[in-house]
């Protein structure tokens, strides 16, 4: 079942870029050989989320294929003039574990960087997004709502978010 606003069939556009949040129960910067490392989880799987009138929750293996052969970013806030890491420029590794998406990003030495590992270290950016095109999903009805599974997804981006 889909929501009730959105096309069926042939006219659903599974491909438009959608950004999700989630409570992350771990998001920290560490030293490792002397550098700032942003790490924590930017999706966790099967955690239920309710998004303007439907569920949805990760399944496991949803962003495998994508790590494997996109170029992905991370970026501050989505916004692409803050560019923390890149993973084919080995500055940004991402990997799915038990728990969902796990990001290890090595931003670089610039002032705005720096100030941004000050808010995480404060605890003032505590979460993070991704932005994605739904390759595969499945819908059904779940306590009377819709809800989506995400199958597998074309990750563009891994973000801090202040709002997310």
Do not use: C, Y
């Amino acid at each position: 079942m889909k929501p009730p606003t959105e096309p069926r069939g042939e006219d659903r556009m599974v491909n438009a870029l959608e950004r999700r949040a989630f409570p992350l129960q771990e998001f920290r910067v560490e030293q490792r050989e002397g550098q700032p490392v942003i790490e924590g989880h930017a999706a966790v799987f099967g955690q239920k989320t309710e998004i303007w009138g439907f569920t949805e929750e990760v399944a496991p293996g949803a962003f495998r294929e994508s790590i494997a052969t996109d170029d992905i970013r991370a970026l501050f806030n989505h916004d692409k003039n803050f560019v923390l890491g890149r993973n084919r420029a080995q500055t940004l590794e991402l990997a799915e574990d038990e728990h969902g998406l796990l990001i290890s990003n090595r931003p670089p030495d610039t002032q705005w960087a720096r100030d941004l590992l000050v808010t995480i270290g404060r605890g003032d950016i505590t979460q993070m997004s991704f932005g994605f095109q739904t390759l595969e999903d499945q819908w059904s009805t779940n306590d009377g709502m819709p809800h989506r599974i995400l199958q597998r997804v074309k990750l563009w981006d891994v973000s801090p978010v202040t709002f997310p």
